[in-house]
C-alpha cells in the first residue's frame, strides 16, 4: 500500500530541494535479528491459584496494519469500522495453560488465534474460566473458555463498542460480565456534514492546559465523537440473558459493587471541550441497580480544561471513586477541600469519604490529609492504606487508617486518626517496600473484591531491594503501626512540613521479617505469592548469561519447576559484558550509567567509538538522584528501541547514563538544567576516558522524548559529542507554554527560561552533526512532529549539519517492524559515518549532508 506523508510539516520536507524520497532499508544482520526476537511473555494467574495463562504477544505489526484507516478524535485513535481503538499495545497470538496442582510441564494451548486479535485476558473470580477479548474483522467480541471442558464460545449476540477502551468486568459471582454493546446505528446521531465557521471563545475563566493532539476542532468531530463512542452499557450472564444499564450513552467507565447489585457509571457530558481529551470532559457519575433502574446522579463533573495549574492540583467534585473491596456495597471517594488549587494555602487538601446504599443520604468523612491523596487500598480488618503525594517536592507517604475508629456521626475526620507507615522521595527507589500481596476477600459464601492481607497485624510485601549493592529482591512480613502499640503517629516531629523537601525517607517502624530473598548469583523476583504456609511462589529467574524465565518455588521442601522456557539469546551478542561504572560529578554527586562492551574487548584493544544514551529527571534530594538501579546478575535483554544494538557493531555502549537535574530547597531543577546538563555528560565523558574506553573525539550521545531534548541542548551548548542521534523530541518549549516534563511555571511565569532552555533558540550553536527522527502522527503532549522539522529547518537555514527522518503512520514510540528496521539502518550510517569515518582535521564549520527524508 502506498504510503503518503499526512500531517503539514510534511510538506516542508516533500517540497524541499533537499529532500529525498526513499524506501524502507534494513541494518545489518544482528541487529534485523533483534527486531525479530520474541518478545516478553505475559502472565495471569487464577484466583485459586491452581491455573498460570501464559500469554505470547503477537510479533511488531507491518506498516500496511498500521497505516489502515483511523480517525483522530477527542484524543482517541479509533477504527471506526470496528469501533476499537486503532492501535492497541497488548496483542497475543498464543494462550497457553499451566495446572499449578500437578507435576506436569507441558503447558496445554487454549488458543492459536490465526483470524483475531487477542487483547484483555482475565479469569473469572472463581476460576472456571478464562476470557478474552477477540477483534476481527467485524469488530470486538468476548470469548469464554470453559478450563473444565476445554471449551471456547462467544458470549456476546451484538459486537462490543470499545471506542473507549476494550473494558469488560466479571461479576464478583462469574455468573456474567459487564460490558458497552454497540447500538444499531440507526438509533445515533448521524455525523453529516457541517459547513460553516469554527469558532472559539475565552471567557476569561483560565484553562492553564497543555497542547494534547488528536483534540475535537468542530461541530464535525463532535458529532463524529458522539456517534462512534455511543454504546448501550449491559450484564450478559453466562446463559446470554442481556440486562441493560439505562440509556445508551458515552459510558467512559463503570464498576460493579462488590455484591453485584448496583452498577456505578461514569457518562461524559456535551458540552464537548476543544481543548483537552476525552477523559478530562465534563462527566456524570450516576448510580444503578443491577436490574437496569438508576437509583441516583452522584455528582456532575466539570471539564478538566478548567483544573488549576500545578503539580497536586484537580478538579472540583468527587474523585478516585471506587467500591472499597473489603464491603458488599460501599462507595468510597476523595474530594478535594482546597477547590483542587494545590497553589493556595490550606491546612488540608483532601478528605476521604464513603456512602451506603440508598446513596441518598450524606456521606460519611472518614480523614482529612494535608497533602494529596493518589491512592487508596482495602485491606482486612477495616484498614484502609492511603498514598499521599507532594509533588513539588517530590515526596510521597503512605499511612493506615484504621476505619473501625471513625465514628458513624464524624464529619471532620483528620489526619492524626492516620498512623504512617513510611514517607520516601518519589524517585527513592532504596526504600520502595514493593507491593503488598492481595486476595480475594470472602465473606462467608460471599466473594468480594482483592484486599490486601494481614496477618498478626503485619503485612507481607515484596519489591525489587534495590540498594548501592546493587538489586536484593525479598519478600517480608512487616508489623503494622497501630497506635495502640505505641508507634509514630501520621505527623510525626521528624516529618515537619518545613522539612518535608529534606526527607529522603522515614519509616515509621523497621519490624520486618525476611521470608525470602533472591539467592546471590541469580537476579530473582517475586511474581506470585502462591501461599504463605507452606510458603510457595512463583518467581522470574535471570543472570547474566540467562533469559528470566518463570519458576515454581516450594521454600519448605525446597523444590522448583520451572514453568517457561528461557528464551534464546542472539549470537551475535554472545560474550558481550555489562558493568555498572559508578563516577562523580563535579560537584561531588554520585553518578552512574551500565557499560556494555563487545565481546572479547580487553583494555589492550584501546579506545573504541562510544554511543551515549541517557534521560534527565529531576530531583529534589541529591541523595535520591545519586541511587543506583542495577544488578550484575540481570540478563541484557536487547531492544531495538535501545542503544544497546550497536554493541554488535563494535562500539562501546554506555546506556542509561544518570542525567539528575537537582533543585534543593527553593531552587526549582530546571534553573540550571543546562550546567548541571553539562556537568552530568563531562562527568561520563572523563570516566570513559580514564578507563582508556573511549577517545573524546568519538563519543555521541542519544535519546528519545525528552532524552532527544537533552541532546539538542548538549550540542548547543557544549562540545562534548561528536554527533547527535535525537528521536521523537520537542525543542521550542514556547510552543509547550503551560508546562513541560515536570516544569509546572508557564511560559509567562518564567519567559527567560522557557527561552534558554530551548534548544531551537541556540540553533546556530548546534555545530555538531545531529539525526533528527520522528513519527509522523506522534500523538505524545508536546512532541509534535512540527518540533522536529522546525528545528532541522533552522540548522539547514543556519548552516548546520543535520538529516530529518520522519515516520508515515508512527507515534511517539514506533511500532511497524519496517519503521524499526529503518530506524536502526538510519542510527547504524550516521554512527558510522561521524565516528568511525570521522578525520581527525575536520573543519566544523564545513556544511555535511542536509537531508530530510520521508516515506512514499
Known sequence: MPVKPIFMFALIVFFSHSAMSAQYQRPSQPLQDIVEQNKKVSTRLSDNKQWLAILTPESHIDIETLA???????????????????????????????????????????????????????????????????????????????????????????????????KYQWLHNSQGLATSIAIDSERLPQAHQLLGPNISVASGKKAPRRTYQDLLKNAQDEAQFTQLTTSQLSIIMLDGQVTKIGQPAINIGFSLSPDDDYMLVKRIKPPFSHMVKYRDFAQSVEMYHSSGEKLATLAELESGEFRPSGSDSVTKGPRLIHWRSDKPNTLAYVEALDGGDSNKKAQYRDQLREITPPFNLAPKALVKTPWRIANVQWGEDNLALITERHSSEKQMRVSFLDTTSVSDNSVSGNATEMQLWYQKALRDTYNDPGSLYRHRWNSGLERYGHVFSVDNQSL??????????????????????????????????????????????TRSTTNSTTLWRSASDKLESVRYLLSLDPLRLIINRQSSDTPSHLVLLDVQSNTERVLQQKETSIAAFKGVSRQLVTYTRGDGLPLSGNLYLPAGYTEKDGPLPVLMWAYPREYKNAEVASQVNYSPNQYSYISAKGPVPFVANGFAVFDRVAMP????????????????????????????????????????????????????????????????????????RTLTPFGFQNEKRNFWEAPSLYQQISPFTHADKIDEPLLLMHGEMDANSGTYPMQSARLFKAIRGLGGNARLVTFPFESHSYQAKESLMHMLWEQENWLEQHLRIKTKTKNKDETALETSVSFH
Not at 492497541?88 to 488465534?113: G, Q
Not at 482475565?122 to 476460576?127: G, L, V
Not at 538489586?471 to 505505641?486: A, C, R, S, V
Request: without cysteine; charged residues 20%.
Open 68 to 166: 489502515q484507516k483511523e480517525l483522530k478524535l477527542a484524543g482517541l485513535r479509533l477504527s471506526p469500522k470496528q469501533l476499537t481503538p486503532s492501535r492497541i499495545k497488548a496483542r497475543y497470538s498464543n494462550i497457553e495453560l499451566i495446572n499449578l496442582s500437578d507435576n506436569s510441564v507441558k503447558p496445554d494451548t487454549i488458543i492459536t488465534p490465526a483470524t483475531m486479535t487477542v487483547t484483555k485476558v482475565k479469569f473469572s473470580p472463581d476460576s472456571r474460566f478464562l476470557s478474552y477479548i477477540g477483534i476481527s474483522g467485524h469488530g470486538a467480541d468476548l470469548y469464554l473458555y470453559e478450563i473444565a471442558t476445554g471449551q471456547s464460545f462467544k458470549l456476546n449476540k451484538t459486537r462490543i463498542n470499545a471506542s473507549l477502551g476494550l
Open 460 to 505: 507481607v510485601h515484596y519489591g525489587l531491594g534495590a540498594s548501592p549493592k546493587g538489586y536484593q529482591p525479598f519478600l517480608k512480613m512487616t508489623k503494622i503501626p497501630l497506635k495502640d502499640e505505641g508507634e509514630d503517629t501520621y505527623l510525626d516531629k521528624r516529618i515537619g512540613k518545613e522539612a518535608v523537601s529534606q526527607v529522603s525517607s
Open 661 to 732: 537535574i537537582v533543585g534543593e530547597g527553593k531552587e526549582k531543577p530546571n534553573d540550571n538544567f543546562r550546567s548541571q546538563l553539562i556537568a552530568n555528560a563531562t562527568a561520563a565523558i572523563d570516566t570513559l576516558v580514564e578507563m582508556g574506553v573511549a577517545d573524546r573525539d568519538q563519543i555521541a550521545i542519544g535519546g528519545h522524548s525528552y532524552g532527544a531534548f537533552m541532546v539538542a541542548n548538549l550540542l548547543a551548548h557544549s562540545d562534548l559529542f561528536a554527533a547527535g542521534i535525537a528521536r521523537s523530541g520537542a525543542y521550542n
